[in-house]
């Protein structure tokens, strides 16, 4: 049942008609249709979704929907989208219970709910307990795993994007569960010390002191002087929503941004934020949040599958939506 009481249809039929196999664009005719659908019939069905608000225009289902047509999985891939239901993250228990029920092998989660999940699961990765944050939950043998793909996925990007730059100091914007994985990524990619801001100064200080218990006295402290600090900075990374569609604007004033800094932005609707924006137009090295969308869900698609994606091929796929 869906939750305004109306019978939900079977969440895997008529799947025929919604995804994409490259051998549908390739005019081989009639009988290539017909033999790609007694393959897809026969395939293994995988359900899963994304949890968050305003995720409408994420392209993850159609990354995770076309590498698991191009690995002969029958897959669909479901947004379910908090604003769109008009929900909030008090109702994600009856949201993800509903999706166990139902037959998910798995979620993706985001904004605002990957804090607001953890004592929702019966267990945690060492990741996702480390980082007091979960992006990915499996539900498997009746029981539901939450793990952390995102800190993984910005260090990859960060090696494909930034790898030779410096590194000593860095300002991020952003003290959640986003902003935990991040921190923990560019530690450990080597950076000397984390600055972090957030709107909430508690929430600052606390994943400061938890970064400094991980990884040494002095690698990380909440910004008290932020001009000063991102004059001080060799690079600043963005990990709050700020610049999505639904939450314009920049993170710091434009006039704070200079020439020598490198940039990053976790947003990735739209792929360019004001905050990128302005950083190229000032001739900085930018790095969008399209890499990190991809390998998480590099990570999660191997979770829910128990098969190894092509993370070059979902590149290209995102690259050309």
């Known amino acids: ?47 899963s979704g994304l949890i968050g608000a305003g995720i409408q225009a994420s392209r993850t289902p159609a ?15 479901k947004l379910i989208d908090l604003d769109a239901l008009g929900l909030g993250p008090e109702c994600l228990p ?29 267990d945690l990765t060492a990741d996702a307990r480390a980082l007091g ?13 939450g793990h952390n793909t995102d800190w993984w996925g910005f260090a990859e990007s960060f090696r494909h994007d930034l790898s030779d730059v410096a590194r000593e100091c860095v300002v991020q914007f952003g003290a959640g569960g986003a902003g935990a ?18 709107t909430d100064q508690g929430r600052a200080d606390r994943l400061a002191e ?25 690079g600043i990374v963005n990990t709050t929503p700020v610049g999505m569609a639904k939450h314009p604007g920049m993170v710091l004033p434009a006039e704070l941004l200079r020439a020598g800094l490198w940039v990053a932005d976790i947003v990735y609707f739209p792929l360019e934020t004001e905050l990128l924006r302005n950083a190229r137009a000032l001739g900085c090295r ?21 098969m190894e994606p092509d993370p070059e091929r979902m590149r290209r796929h995102f690259q050309s939506m």
Do not use: W
Not at 3 to 32: E, I, Q, Y
Not at 185 to 194: D, E, N, S, V, Y
């Open 63 to 77: 990354m995770h929907e076309r590498e698991g047509a191009e690995q002969g999985l029958r897959y669909i891939y």
């Open 94 to 122: 009856e949201l993800v219970t509903a999706a166990q029920r139902m037959g998910y092998s798995g979620l993706n989660i985001t904004y605002p709910c990957k804090q607001a999940i953890l004592p929702l699961l019966d």
């Open 286 to 306: 930018t790095m969008g949040g399209g890499g990190m969308a991809v390998f998480q869900a590099v990570g999660a698609f191997r979770l829910f599958t128990g």
């Open 210 to 234: 938890e970064l400094c218990r991980r990884f040494g006295p002095g690698r990380a402290a909440a910004v008290a002087d932020l001009p000063q600090a991102v004059a001080d900075a060799d």
């Open 1 to 47: 049942m869906a939750h305004d009481g109306t019978r939900r249809a079977d969440p895997l039929s008529g799947l025929g008609n919604v995804l994409f196999h490259p051998a549908d664009s390739g005019g081989g005719g009639k009988a290539v249709h017909q033999s790609f659908a007694v393959r897809y019939a026969s395939a293994r069905p995988v359900l």
């Open 181 to 198: 994985a991040v921190a923990h990524a560019l530690l450990t990619l080597g950076t000397g010390r984390i600055d972090i801001a957030d």
């Open 133 to 145: 944050a979960v992006n990915t939950v499996v539900f498997q043998d009746g029981r539901s795993v």
